[in-house]
């Protein structure tokens, strides 16, 4: 999916680099040097994802998330940041930034969570409603799981890690994304717990046969067969 | 007492160490009032007696001592005149036979002055002086008065000193309670202040009464110091971003061209090299957050999202989280806890990444195949959560290294990993006004994070 992506972030050479690995992943990408020139790009212009960089001269990120959301310009916002305490990301989230990274981050990494973010907002459904992908059905209602009508009995961590593959179904999920979403931690652990998870995560979705619905992207993350 | 000592004493004790002193002072003011007021009367009474025993012996001039009939005939008009009426008066011989006189007397008093008691049978004098004084021709006047102006005067005089020293005790005794509770008033809303600022909230400050004495001066110095430290923070935080910012912004650029060059190797060796350097940068990059997260944790501005959550649930849980884990890595995990802790008030994110930090290193440093430990228990501080391994350990001379900064152990830890991870479970621990102990668990390590019971 070709996305017109919006870049705003003052070191220049950084710039280039992260649109470069952008394009490279099939996205059009417009990159301005400051706040103010963001907000007059966006006067302009209709973007699918906006990546904000936090600290920049002229109006800094959270200006500019804040002045967008007055005016009622919903458009999704990536907080790219130098900056990572925990007060941080809250000062980011609740100026109306939808997803907070720490710099630097692999384009593919922002690549997965420009999707995620942009997903959540074509979302009508409640977290609680059954998700279907492929032959895997989750009902985190009811902590319950199939796959292909036949009920898997996974423990409740197990269940919120296919919910969250089911409900980003065909999308990549990173390791962070995944501890921040299923695990809710505002740490990335050293040890390989993500990993771990899934497979056994994948024993249990194989066990009463069937294909591996669990595709590996090698260095980057997860993600569920549609 | 020392100058030193008087600095230690404590409020309380100086009050009542002042109120002791003031007390001996008192009843000794007391004793030696009463003492005197007694010398004094008896001083006057015995003038007085001299004075009327001078007017019964007076002598006419040029002849000796008067008769009896003559002595007999002053001493009855004495009795009857009015301001002498109350002094008591006999002649007796010297071997005490009774001459004459308004008084008798049940023993025979010594010749000068002497006190007079109840016993001494005197209808209606209690407490007197009496004076002996030979007459001539072998006879002797006694004179007599009483020390006592009106009946139970000393009763009354005693009940008079302990109504006017009682009520001075009681009105110090007030004065000093109410000043010691001024003053822990007012202590008081400085220790508020630094356990507001303890608990995270730098804005507090010590109320002003605007009354400008001595408190209000030590308050507004405290708050000066407070304003100083504040503004010391807010730089220092702005360092700390600024250093994330810079430094991060480069290693940004490199990771981003490292990336590059993987992507666009010639060849597979140069991907294999870029891609070890990819991974270099990437270590480098975590042992940076790692230092900005110790950074933001010993900034203790975390104190202020400090909330109540079930301690022994969530020990439980993420130790129950990462058996798997364990397993797969080929080590046995067992937990076990034996305190409730419904209540504990802390920071639920830092503590579950010390835990899975600890978890994370036992599995990496623990014997093959061995076994890990968890355990929280009740101990004298609070709680104690405990890591064993089974691995080789830390030497006992190592273990202080082991949780400084870039304190990593060359020999048997120096596996992967940036070596921050017991420097930043130290740091959590300190946040929480607890503390990380390392020991041998014979074999392997044991760790024990030891936080205070609220």
Redesign the interface.
């Known amino acids: 999916m070709s996305l017109h992506l919006l870049l705003v972030e003052d070191?220049t050479?950084?710039a280039q680099?992260?649109a470069?690995?952008l394009r490279?992943l099939g996205h059009r990408i417009e990159h301005v040097g400051d706040g103010r020139l963001a907000l007059a790009a966006m006067d302009r212009e209709q973007y699918d994802t906006v990546i904000l960089d936090r600290?920049m001269p002229r109006l800094d990120g959270l200006s500019v998330v804040e002045a967008l959301r007055a005016r009622g310009i919903t458009v999704p916002v990536i907080m790219l940041t130098?900056?990572?305490?925990?007060?941080d990301k809250v000062d980011g989230l609740e100026a109306g930034a939808d997803d907070y990274v720490?710099?630097?981050?692999?384009?593919e990494e922002l690549n997965a969570r420009i999707h995620a973010v942009m997903r959540g907002r074509r979302w009508t459904t409640s977290e609680n409603d059954t998700i279907r992908a492929g032959d895997v059905v989750v009902s985190p209602a009811s902590f319950r799981a199939w796959r292909g009508g036949q009920p898997i009995t996974l423990a409740n961590?197990e269940l919120k890690l296919l919910a969250e593959l089911a409900r980003h179904a065909g999308e990549v999920l990173t390791r962070a994304m995944l501890i921040e979403r299923v695990?809710g931690?505002?740490?990335?652990?050293?040890?390989?717990?993500v990993d771990?998870?899934i497979?056994?995560l994948r024993i249990k979705l194989t066990e009463g046969g069937g294909a591996d619905p669990i595709e590996t992207i090698r260095g980057i993350g997860y993600s569920l067969k549609p | 007492m020392t100058a030193r000592a008087i600095r230690r004493i404590s409020l309380p004790g100086l009050t009542l160490a002042v109120l002791a002193l003031f007390l001996i002072a008192t009843v000794a003011t007391g004793i030696s009032v009463l003492a005197t007021n007694r010398m004094t009367v008896a001083h006057l009474v015995d003038r007085r007696v001299d004075a009327i025993a001078d007017l019964v012996l007076e002598r006419d001039p040029g002849e000796g001592l008067p008769g009896t009939d003559i002595l007999l005939a002053r001493i009855d008009a004495l009795s009857r005149q009015r301001d002498t009426g109350d002094v008591g008066l006999a002649l007796t011989r010297a071997n005490g036979q009774w001459l004459g006189g308004n008084i008798r007397l049940r023993r025979t008093l010594p010749s000068g002055r002497s006190d007079l008691r109840t016993d001494d049978g005197i209808i209606g004098l209690s407490h007197g002086r009496a004076l002996v004084r030979d007459a001539g021709a072998g006879r002797r006047l006694i004179v007599v008065a009483e020390t006592e102006p009106f009946d139970s005067y000393r009763e009354m005089r005693t009940r008079i000193y302990l109504i006017g020293f009682g009520s001075i005790i009681l009105v110090v005794l007030g004065g000093m309670f109410a000043f010691a509770l001024l003053v822990a008033r007012r202590i008081g809303d400085q220790r508020a202040t630094v356990d507001a600022i303890i608990a995270g909230n730098i804005r507090h400050r010590v109320p002003v009464t605007g009354s400008a004495d001595e408190f209000d001066r030590q308050a507004a110095a405290f708050n000066r110091m407070l304003d100083r430290i504040a503004e010391l923070m807010e730089a220092m935080r702005g360092q700390s971003?600024d250093i994330?910012?810079d430094?991060?912004?480069p290693?940004?650029?490199l990771?981003?061209?490292l990336?590059?060059m993987v992507?666009d190797a010639r060849d597979d060796d140069q991907a294999t090299r870029a891609a070890a350097a990819l991974a270099q940068c990437d270590t480098l990059?975590?042992m940076f957050?790692a230092l900005?997260?110790i950074a933001?944790i010993e900034g203790g501005?975390?104190r202020a999202?400090f909330a109540p959550f079930d301690l022994s649930a969530l020990v439980e849980e993420i130790a129950t989280?990462?058996i798997?884990?364990a397993e797969?890595a080929g080590h046995r995990l067992s937990v076990a806890v034996d305190v409730a802790m419904p209540d504990f008030v802390g920071d639920r994110?830092l503590l579950?990444?010390a835990l899975?930090?600890l978890?994370?290193n036992a599995?990496?440093y623990g014997a093959a195949g061995g076994a890990i430990r968890v355990s929280l228990d009740a101990c004298e501080d609070g709680v104690v959560l405990r890591v064993a391994d089974d691995g080789p350990g830390i030497p006992p001379e190592d273990r202080a290294r082991a949780l400084r900064r870039f304190g990593r152990l060359d020999s048997s830890r120096a596996q992967a990993?940036h070596g921050l991870?017991l420097p930043l479970v130290a740091a959590i621990a300190r946040l929480h006004g607890g503390r990380l102990v390392l020991d041998d668990a014979k074999p392997g390590l044991v760790v024990s994070l030891i936080l205070p019971g609220r």
Request: hydrophobic content about 45%; charged content about 20%.
């Open positions: 070191d050479a950084y680099g992260l470069a690995e490279a600290m130098a900056l990572s305490m925990a007060s720490v710099k630097p981050v692999a384009a961590l695990w931690y505002d740490f990335e652990p050293e040890t390989n717990i771990v998870y497979r056994r | 971003n994330a910012h430094l991060r912004t290693l940004a650029r990771r981003g061209q990336s590059a992507a990059l975590a957050a900005l997260r933001e501005e975390r999202g989280m990462m798997p884990v797969d994110q579950t990444q899975v930090n978890i994370g599995i990496k990993g991870g």
